[in-house]
């Protein structure tokens, strides 16, 4: 069975930074290209930053201008985003995505993160 938790959302003030972490099991993690999305209320999923299972690439949104970085460690099965500088913008909720192939993926059940004054 696949499982994708992820954790470390929370609410913060503009400027601050948060680490989100997503815990995969049930597949092969290290074959999986991994994401996070982001959904906002009222608004569609979108795609935050992507991180490729071979080779090291990274892709990213236009709207994290440096401010996000995606990482996995492969042994512990996780993925991770550095959020900083956060602003009232970000918030949504945020999910991990596992994509094992072009019809074989499976989403976490998101964490929040509230970004306000």
């Known amino acids: 069975q696949v499982t994708l938790v992820e954790s470390g959302g929370g609410v913060v003030q503009p400027g601050s930074s948060l680490r989100l972490s997503c815990r995969g099991s049930?597949?092969?993690?290290?074959?999986?290209?991994m994401s996070w999305y982001r959904q906002a209320l009222g608004k569609e999923r979108e795609l935050v930053a992507s991180f490729l299972p071979t080779g090291g690439r990274k892709n990213y949104a236009d709207f994290v201008k440096g401010r996000f970085t995606i990482s996995r460690d492969n042994l512990k099965s996780a993925l991770f985003l550095q959020m900083n500088n956060l602003e009232p913008e970000d918030t949504a909720i945020y999910y991990c995505l596992a994509r094992l192939g072009e019809n074989n993926y499976y989403w976490g059940r998101g964490t929040q993160v509230t970004v306000s004054p």
């Open positions: 049930g597949f092969a993690f290290e074959w999986a290209v």
